[in-house]
T-cell receptor, first 111, second 114 residues
Framework: DTEVTQTPKHLVMGMTNKKSLKCEQHMGHRAMYWYKQKAKKPPELMFVYSYEKLSINESVPSRFSPECPNSSLLNLHLHALQPEDSALYLC??????????FGPGTRLTVT | DQQVKQNSPSLSVQEGRISILNCDYTNSMFDYFLWYKKYPAEGPTFLISISSIKDKNEDGRFTVFLNKSAKHLSLHIVPSQPGDSAVYFCAARTDVQGAQKLVFGQGTRLTINP
């Protein structure tokens, strides 16, 4: 099983809503990542979890709150987002020093 | 400050010929370089990687070359097939506080013409 799954596939939310994105992998990977990708741009790293501990936060605004409940799951909690936060949110996982495998992404639209 | 650059936004190649995608980087601390392929509405798919201590890595139709002195790498696809049409991202890796960080180039859209 080399799959990273993400739910939901699409999400539309208002600026006052609270929602969560979910990511799951069953490859035994101990590192998990959140990326943001805007149209015609490369993925940009947001957060890295290594052994379920937050290792890297790329100065992401606090309206994005990551959570790693266990080694297979990664959540991204969203609150009070802005329209400019609309993007494709990608989750990835890897062994700690190996290539990253990406999920299909959640297309987020903030209205 | 763009640490990883792909200067060609697009490339068009005839089916059966060689496709060469290029990537330049500025940070000497990168220890691994990777190529990802991306179709619309999908996440990037890992293709091939190379360690900074090597100069070539081959996997089937895909070969990556690294020139450390020039801080340049390239991906060769031969022979090119229509299914290779996608956006290709070059990525460079550093280790930050025991976790790996990938920096991506802007991507090159490859179109294989029949």
């Amino acid at each position: 099983d080399t799959e990273v799954t993400q739910t939901p596939k699409h999400l539309v939310m208002g600026m006052t809503n609270k929602k969560s994105l979910k990511c799951e992998q069953h490859m035994g990977h101990r590192a998990m990542y959140w990326y943001k990708q805007k149209a015609k741009k490369p993925p940009e790293l947001m957060f890295v979890y290594s052994y379920e501990k937050l290792s890297i936060n790329e100065s992401v605004p606090s309206r994005f709150s990551p959570e790693c409940p266990n080694s297979s799951l990664l959540n991204l909690h969203l609150h009070a987002l802005q329209p400019e936060d609309s993007a494709l949110y990608l989750c990835a996982s890897s062994q700690v020093s190996s290539e990253q495998y990406f999920g299909p992404g959640t297309r987020l639209t903030v209205t | 400050d763009q640490q990883v650059k792909q200067n060609s936004p697009s490339l068009s190649v005839q089916e059966g010929r060689i496709s060469i995608l290029n990537c330049d980087y500025t940070n000497s601390m990168f220890d691994y370089f990777l190529w990802y392929k991306k179709y619309p509405a999908e996440g990037p798919t890992f293709l091939i990687s190379i360690s900074s201590i090597k100069d070539k890595n081959e996997d089937g139709r895909f070969t990556v070359f690294l020139n450390k002195s020039a801080k340049h790498l390239s991906l060769h696809i031969v022979p090119s097939q229509p299914g290779d049409s996608a956006v290709y991202f070059c990525a460079a890796r550093t280790d930050v506080q025991g976790a790996q960080k990938l920096v991506f180039g802007q991507g090159t859209r490859l179109t294989i013409n029949p």
